[in-house]
């Protein structure tokens, strides 16, 4: 037995040769798919996070910054006129008004504003100023302030046709012209500047001392 173990021949070098080249290449063709499949999984991955952003940023313009704020007049309180005979305010003593103004926000961000001025408008004739203070409307909230006007009756007299209005119908047709310009920032990272402009037909009731069908249009650019 011993003796047939010594005396077997070995392979040839070439067939030993040849089995190892055939090991390398199993193990180079082995080591490929998993390149392979270790890329598709980063590609996988890039595709992923970039599908997630892009419905970031959609949600995020059209959710959160979809809608605009909205400036509006509530209502006008006297606190100083002269009247002449009791029933014509004097033309020489300018009129003190207080404005309850609102700010609504409807966006799922803080809109913060920057101090600003509506003035009011009789017949085209600019009679008076609406001082806007700066401050905040937290979101879906509304923000209400009440501000000081002063209504220049000696501009608002020289239209000829105020008082055929005050005898008529003891009202007085108003403009209002506001821009408010502000920010919003959302998940305290991206800030987004906006400005609002306000055009509002009004009638200004002389009798109860309120804003009657009034009627705003609205525009914002960023």
């Known amino acids: 037995m011993g003796e047939d173990n010594q005396s077997r021949p070995l392979p040839p070098a070439s067939d030993r ?7 390398t290449k199993d193990i180079k063709s082995n080591k490929f798919p998993r390149k392979k499949h270790m890329k598709c999984c980063g590609c996988c991955c890039m595709v992923t996070v970039l599908i997630l952003v892009a419905i970031f940023l959609v949600l995020l313009f059209t959710l959160f910054l979809s809608k605009d704020p ?39 961000a803080t809109f913060k504003y920057s101090n600003s001025t509506s003035a009011l408008y009789y017949r085209g004739n600019l009679v008076g100023e609406v001082q806007i203070p700066p401050g905040m409307a937290k979101p879906r909230r509304t923000q209400r302030m009440n501000v000081t006007v002063e209504m220049n009756t000696a501009r608002l007299f020289s239209d000829p046709n105020v008082q055929n209005d005050i005898a008529n119908s003891q009202a007085l047709a ?31 009731n002389l009798t109860s001392m309120s804003i009657q069908d009034q009627k705003c249009k609205r525009k914002m650019s960023f």
């Open 17 to 23: 040769i040849n089995g190892d080249e055939e090991a």
């Open 70 to 108: 909205k400036i509006k007049m509530n209502g006008l309180t006297i606190m100083r006129i002269k009247l002449i005979n009791g029933t014509i305010p004097d033309p020489t003593v300018n009129i003190t008004l207080i404005a309850d103004v609102s700010v609504k926000n409807p966006n799922a």
């Open 174 to 204: 108003m403009t209002s012209l506001t821009s408010i310009g502000g920010r919003m920032k959302v998940f305290k990272i991206i800030k987004r500047h906006i400005v609002v402009k306000m055009n509002c037909r009004m009638n200004f």
